[in-house]
């Protein structure tokens, strides 16, 4: 009887070795793993005497904090398991924002200069306050809110406003901003965009090869390191990756974020390609389009009004609905997996809608609902493979 | 035929509403019975509310064809809609009473049962879930031609109605206001708003194809603060010792200001329940025939479970006199300037409790305390409502250290009867009635 | 002659099928999974060979199924219940448009299409209410054989209800019941309904099409299948043997595709 599939040891889909999925593994993966990211915050700060931001999820300008020589260190799934949350917060409220807070309470915070809470829902919205007013008052936070009104005018101006805002309590701290450094990181701003945009349409067009799980550990060092260092890495994945990627399902993501990784890794042991991604971790924080202006501040309200439309947001539903079917197309997508952090009311709220709508236009979808750092169940690797089989 | 459904709604209005309400027997006084050993006897100004209600639900239903039809959220600026003539409808009204009949978890099942998660807002589930069968205590809401909406309460009316606009295939007006964190001046914050507003006219304008009757604008602001300082009078009278009103009749009788604020009905009848209140304060009668403890209630109501709450507590001698809820919509009201409406308006609704960093909750929930004289709170950590709860164990501690006032958190829903746990509940209270009466 | 097996591993039960190429049914077996899937996998096919009268070796091709279905080592390919479930009861039942199938520890509602396709599915897998493992509970409180609970419920004149929709809650409900001397049957009618229900809501969630199949061990109390078939108002068929409609898809699935 011929064995078609690879022994696996355990009940956990784990990958053992870089070519353990086969042909779409990454020749020299220990050129693009993830830099520890405690060591290379210790050594920005020594180094280069940058100042150190935790942030949480949500957009806000990023090019303005480098401009101030600080380094924005984003929260999305801290490994830290909950106990002190548990006081604060309720059982129904979601995982991002228990494991974030478990974060602040920990001694770990206290070597930050500063936290950026961007404006994303309600739950960050009161988190930010409890942080700022009670849990930390100490620490420095600051609140970033994004414009939501349908009327472009008025948000546009509020947008700009809402910058120039936050650059002037920065520079209240630390020092009046340069505008060549402005100039210079909006302009950075922009290449990581571009660089961004290009990989993901080589993974799109089949392209890429590299595993799943690699292509996000990769694509989530965004969310530390400094542009001056991820910028050539992403030059160099591109070098080393680019090629004829085999054949196998393709799917789409969306959701919040691709944690636990172990369903990466869970599709790549299924030979199952991720073609491209609605994640707002990674591919729903790429504009749609680059701006058109020269000034960094027309440009960075640019860049967030060409942001894809998002369950946060008031786009309408149609919206999203219609990317993910072109993104689907595209990417020569079979169906869509919509990957959610438990108690997420925007995600979930959305749901209903763009499975009916994407079951119209022949594109099967699923739904995971899990926790972070929680593993990958049984039950959810039944529901995927169950879906996979599915798909032509 | 246009005019038609108009001349019907006209009857409606005029002949056949009081005719229903009659044959509902809302509003007949009922025969004379046995005192209540818990309460004092109904508010007489209850059957005027029944009427009232009563009326905007019928009347809903000949709206259609006769005018255009709004769905608005608790918190908008609807001063900046009435000039438009729209019949106004308040789906989060309509989820509490569904909620307060129990049915609540009947109408969220149907909508789970389309794809909605069970840990979503429990108004959202239910008015999604009703749209499916239409089968309520008030019937399927008449259907909207516009939605307008403000983030002010909360964000989760955003993701609701922007289901509501797919489905119905129907504009749906945004009034966006951010959260105020800190305390600094209004600046950009005033002018974005003030700017959407001026925005939102002019789409409103484009909509209706009405041009905006600033004159009528006016004298709704007018009307609006009025009726919302009165329902701020009323809410006071509770300050007497013993109240005349519970914070539980309070959750009944702020439906005209949430759902007829602007509207003269609405000032009519506080003008009433004031008169009746100040009367009974007059005379002492208090509204729980024992007040020995007095009570605020933090978050909204726990809805299906009113009934039973109000005699739990009443038998303990205790009445919730002040709530953070109830005084949500008298708060800003001394904000509203008729000579500067639009920035008036946008300070007075962005200003209120949920759209306030928690220092702003804190410090006005110590104030209600000391001026109705509260010994102890009941803190509803509510799974719907998450701009309400999150902070709420803080607010707990804090107060008990800043004022040494002893509190209950308990864990339910607003409209959702299912989540409910009896027992663990019953418990809870039990030890707060013990910490209150050895207070 | 070709020969094809299918070995289910569930985390209660393991079934084992074998088919002949014409599909018919040669050999079967049901035991229980004990504590070693892999072990219970050689176990119930040795017994279905047994059966049989066949040797290992005259099977071409094996496909496992199941919780357990990487535990077994001489399957060539691993498929999950749903597409074996939907393509067993399919070939069953050539019109079945859904499934039904209400396991042990979770519940499944499968869209079947032609050729026994899975077109849409959904699965309650993180609570006990709408599983066997309610009924096993509430037997246990009522001290009754779980074979015994269809029998008893539709000798039932009334019903109690049972409002908790949590596992946990709702056995305190019963033996609340047990106490104030409610008819056992009327619990029993009761429980049916309350598992029913939950059920019921996972079918909205996929929409009823075509003629409804149930599957599973579940499917064998005939009390719970009266209340689908009631709540859901058309006919509920039930295979001769619905607990080993998983085993069976698998082998299917082993004759489509070969060794």
């Given at each position: ?392 | ?16 509403a009081p005719a229903a309400m009659r044959f509902a027997k809302i509003g007949k006084k009922r025969s004379a019975r046995p005192p209540d050993p818990l309460f004092a006897p109904p508010l007489a100004a209850t059957r005027r509310l029944k009427e009232l209600i009563g009326r905007h639900y019928f ?34 009204n309509h989820s509490a009473l569904c909620g307060a009949q129990k049915v609540g978890g009947r ?28 089968n309520t205590p008030v019937g ?90 009165l329902w701020g009078r009323v809410l006071a009278t509770m300050k007497t010792r013993p109240a005349p009103m519970t914070i539980f009749d309070a959750f009944a009788h702020m439906l005209p200001i949430v759902s007829l604020?602007?509207?003269?009905s609405a000032r009519g009848y506080y003008r009433l329940l004031l008169e009746e209140l100040e009367e009974r304060a007059e005379r002492g009668i208090g509204a729980i025939r024992e007040e020995r403890k007095r009570l605020m209630w933090d978050n909204i109501a726990i809805w299906p479970r009113m009934r039973e709450h109000a005699n739990l507590f009443a038998s303990h001698g205790m009445a919730f006199v002040t709530a953070?809820y109830t005084n949500?919509w008298a ?37 209600l305390?000391?001026?109705y004289r509260v010994d102890g709170l009941v803190i509803h ?25 002893p509190s209950v958190?308990i864990?339910a829903d607003i409209a959702d009867e299912r989540?409910y746990a009896e027992e663990q509940t019953r418990t809870r209270l039990e030890a707060f009635f013990e910490a209150l009466e050895n207070a | ?157 009334g019903?109690a209800t049972?409002s ?9 409900e019963?033996?609340s019941l047990?106490a104030r001397n409610h ?77």
């Open positions: 009887m011929k064995n078609t599939f690879p022994e696996s040891s355990g009940r956990t889909a784990k990958m053992h070795g870089p070519d353990a999925s086969g042909e779409n593994s990454l020749p020299s993966s220990e050129a693009f793993s993830a830099p520890d990211r405690k060591d290379y915050i210790q050594a920005q700060k020594a180094s280069h005497g940058r100042k150190i931001f935790g942030v949480f999820p949500g957009h806000y300008p990023r090019e303005l904090l480098w401009s101030f020589d600080i380094l924005p260190v984003e929260i999305w799934d801290p490994p830290i398991e909950t106990s002190r949350a548990d006081a604060h917060l309720q059982s129904y409220i979601c995982p991002v924002a228990k494991r974030g807070l478990e974060l602040i309470l920990d001694s770990r915070a206290r070597g930050l200069d500063g936290i950026l809470f961007p404006h994303l829902c309600d739950t960050l919205q009161n988190l930010a306050s409890l942080t700022a007013h009670y849990l930390q008052p100490d620490l420095p936070v600051y609140f970033f809110y994004t414009p939501k009104s349908t009327c472009p005018a008025p948000a546009r101006r509020y947008y700009i406003q809402q910058t120039r805002l936050l650059a002037e309590r920065l520079a209240k701290r630390f020092g009046p901003l340069d505008p060549a450094q402005w100039a210079a990181r909006s302009a950075q701003a922009l290449e990581l965009d571009r660089a961004l945009e290009a990989l993901y349409a080589l993974r799109a067009g089949g392209g890429l090869v590299c595993s799943n799980a690699e292509f996000y550990s990769f694509v989530r060092q965004a969310e530390y390191l400094h542009p001056d260092d991820f910028l050539p890495r992403i030059e160099r994945f591109r070098a080393v990756c680019k090629g004829e990627a085999t054949g196998g399902k393709r799917v789409l993501l969306s959701g919040i974020l691709s944690n636990p990784p172990e369903i990466l890794e869970a599709l790549d042991d299924l030979g199952v390609r991720v073609a491209d991604d609605d994640l707002l971790n990674a591919g729903r924080r790429i504009p749609a389009h680059a701006p058109r202006s020269a000034d960094p501040w027309e440009r960075a309200a640019e860049r967030f009004f060409a942001l894809p439309p998002c369950s946060t947001g008031s786009s309408p539903l149609k919206q999203r609905l219609e990317r993910l079917a072109a993104m689907a197309r595209s990417a020569s997508a079979g169906g869509v997996i919509f990957w959610t952090v438990t108690f997420c009311e925007p995600e979930a709220f959305d749901l209903p809608e763009l499975r009916s709508g994407l079951k119209r236009l022949g594109l099967p979808s699923l739904v995971i609902e899990t926790g972070l750092n929680s593993g990958l169940s049984g039950q959810t690797a039944t529901r995927l493979e169950a879906f996979l089989e599915m798909l032509p | 035929m246009t005019f038609l459904p108009a001349i019907r709604y006209r009857f409606m209005k005029d002949i056949g009347l809903s239903r000949y709206a259609p064809g006769a005018m255009p039809v709004a769905w608005v959220t608790s918190g908008a600026p609807v001063e900046i809609l009435r000039p438009f003539g729209y019949y106004t409808l308040y789906p989060e109408l969220c099942a149907h909508a789970e049962e389309h794809g909605y998660s069970p840990d979503l807002c429990s108004y959202a589930r239910i008015d999604l879930g009703h749209a499916l069968t239409g399927r809401l008449p259907r909207p031609d516009l939605l307008f909406a403000s983030n002010n309460i909360c964000q989760t009316v955003l993701y609701w109605y922007k289901i509501l606009a797919a489905r119905y295939d129907i504009p749906l007006i945004l009034f966006d206001t951010p959260y105020r964190f800190g305390d600094a001046e209004d600046g950009p914050d005033l002018e974005y708003m003030v700017g959407q507003m001026e925005a939102i006219i002019l789409q409103l304008e484009g909509i209706s194809g009405r041009s905006f009757d600033r004159e009528a604008f006016s004298r709704t602001i007018d009307l609006a603060k009025e009726t919302s300082l604020r602007g509207l003269e953070t949500a708060e800003t009201t001394p904000l509203l300037d008729p000579g500067r409406p639009l920035e008036s308006l946008a300070k007075a609704y962005s200003c209120v409790i949920l759209n306030h960093h928690l220092e702003h909750r804190l410090n006005l929930m110590e104030r305390i000391r001026e950590s509510a799974r719907s409502c998450k701009p309400y709860s999150v902070g709420q164990y803080d607010i707990k501690r804090l107060l008990l250290e800043r004022l040494s006032i958190v864990e989540a | 002659m070709h020969y094809a097996a299918g070995i289910d591993v569930g985390s209660l039960s393991t079934e084992a099928v074998i088919l002949d190429s014409e599909a018919r049914i040669v050999g079967e077996s049901i035991l229980e999974t004990g504590f070693h899937s892999t072990r219970a996998a050689e176990k119930a096919f040795e017994a279905a060979l047994a059966q049989a009268g066949l040797p290992a070796e005259a099977i071409e091709a094996a496909v496992a199924t199941g919780y357990g279905r990487i535990s077994v080592p001489f399957a060539a390919k691993r498929i999950t219940e749903i597409s074996c479930h939907a393509l067993g009861a399919w070939r069953l039942f050539p019109d079945t448009g859904t499934v039904i199938d209400i396991g042990g520890q979770d519940s499944k509602v499968i869209q079947v299409g032609t050729g026994g396709r899975v077109l849409d599915f959904t699965m309650n897998d993180k609570c006990a209410a709408g599983t066997g493992r309610f009924l096993d509970v509430m037997a246990a409180k009522l001290e009754v054989p779980l074979g015994d609970l269809g029998r008893l419920s539709l000798e039932a004149r019903e049972i908790s929709v949590c596992t946990v809650f709702a056995e305190s019963v033996v047990v008819p056992r049957e009327e619990i029993i009618r009761g429980i049916h309904r309350s598992i029913v229900h939950r059920v019921v809501s996972m079918v909205k969630v996929v929409g009823v099409q075509g003629q409804v199949t149930m599957t599973g061990g579940v499917a064998l109390n005939q009390g719970v299948v009266a209340l689908l078939s009631e709540e859901l108002g058309r006919p509920v068929r039930v295979p001769a043997e619905p607990r080993t409609v998983g085993a069976f898809g698998a082998a299917l699935h082993a004759l489509k595709n070969g060794a």
